[in-house]
C-alpha cells in the first residue's frame, strides 16, 4: 500500500502538470518536421514528454537515423515553441483547486521543472502562478536532470526538510523516477504520455486531474 500523508512541501513538475505545453510542443516539432521533410512519428514525439533538452539530440539520433537534420529541426521547433508561447499558456485541470487547497493548508509550494529558468519564469509568470510559489528549481540549475533524483533533493533541502515529507506532482516518467528516487511521496497525473510499466509497479497513485490529486490529499491532511 503506498501511503500519502499531509506533505509539508509540495514540488510541481510544470510543462503538462500545470500547463497545458505538452500539446503545443507536440504541434511545434511536428510542424518543424513538415518543413524540413522529416518523417516523425507521433510515438517519437510522445517519448520526448519530460525529456531534459540535454538529451534529445541523443534520442533523435536514435529514433530518426544519422541523416536526420537533428540541429535544423531543434532550432526550428524552438523557434516555433517561443512563438507560439509568448501568451499565456492555459492551465491543466484543477490546478487552482491544489494551489488554494495547499495554500489554505499553510503547505508550501516550489516549482521542479526540466525547463530553463528563463523560458519556465516567462510562462509561470504570464500564467499568473509565479508568485504562488516559494522558489523554482530549472534544468539548466541541476547537473543532473530527471530522472536523475537532483532537483528534488535540492528542493528538498531548500525547505530544510527531508525528501520523505514532500509530495511530488508529476506527469511523466522521467518526473515520477526522479521524485522516486529522491525518496519524496509521489503522485502521478499523466497528460499525453500514458504511464510506463515502471512507474504503475511504483504503485504509486495515478490519478486523472491535479482536482482528485487534491482530494487524496485532503483524505489524508
Known amino acids: 500500500m503506498y ?11 510544470m510543462d503538462g502538470l500545470m500547463l497545458d505545453t505538452e500539446s503545443i510542443g507536440i504541434e511545434c516539432w511536428t510542424s518543424a518536421a513538415a518543413t524540413l521533410g522529416v518523417e516523425m512519428p507521433r510515438a517519437v514525439l510522445i517519448g520526448m514528454i519530460g ?4 538529451k534529445t539530440d541523443v534520442y533523435l539520433l536514435e529514433h530518426l537515423g544519422s541523416h536526420a537534420p537533428i ?3 531543434r532550432a526550428a521547433c524552438h523557434a516555433l515553441y517561443m512563438e507560439r508561447t509568448q501568451e499565456p499558456i ?3 485541470p484543477g490546478l487552482s ?5 495547499l495554500e489554505a493548508q499553510h503547505i508550501p509550494k516550489a516549482v521542479c521543472t526540466s525547463t530553463r529558468r528563463s523560458i519556465a519564469e516567462h510562462h509561470l509568470r504570464a500564467a499568473g502562478l509565479w508568485s504562488r510559489f516559494e522558489f523554482a528549481i530549472c534544468g ?10 537532483e532537483i528534488y533533493q535540492k528542493a528538498a ?18 518526473g515520477v523516477q526522479a521524485a522516486h528516487q529522491a525518496g519524496c511521496k509521489v503522485i502521478m497525473i499523466p497528460d499525453l504520455r500514458p504511464p510506463s510499466a515502471h512507474s504503475v509497479a511504483l504503485k504509486i497513485p495515478i490519478l486523472g486531474s491535479l482536482t482528485e490529486a487534491r482530494n487524496l490529499l485532503t483524505q489524508a491532511a
Do not use: Y
Open 97 to 101: 483547486d491544489i494551489l488554494d487547497w
Open 51 to 54: 525529456m531534459h533538452s540535454s
Open 3 to 13: 501511503l500519502i500523508s499531509k506533505p509539508l512541501a509540495a514540488l510541481f513538475d
Open 157 to 174: 533541502a531548500a525547505f530544510n526538510l527531508p525528501p520523505a515529507s514532500c509530495i511530488v506532482l508529476e506527469d511523466s516518467d522521467f
Open 71 to 73: 540541429a535544423e529541426l
Open 140 to 149: 539548466d540549475e541541476v547537473t543532473h536532470p530527471k530522472p536523475a533524483p
Open 90 to 92: 492555459a492551465h491543466r
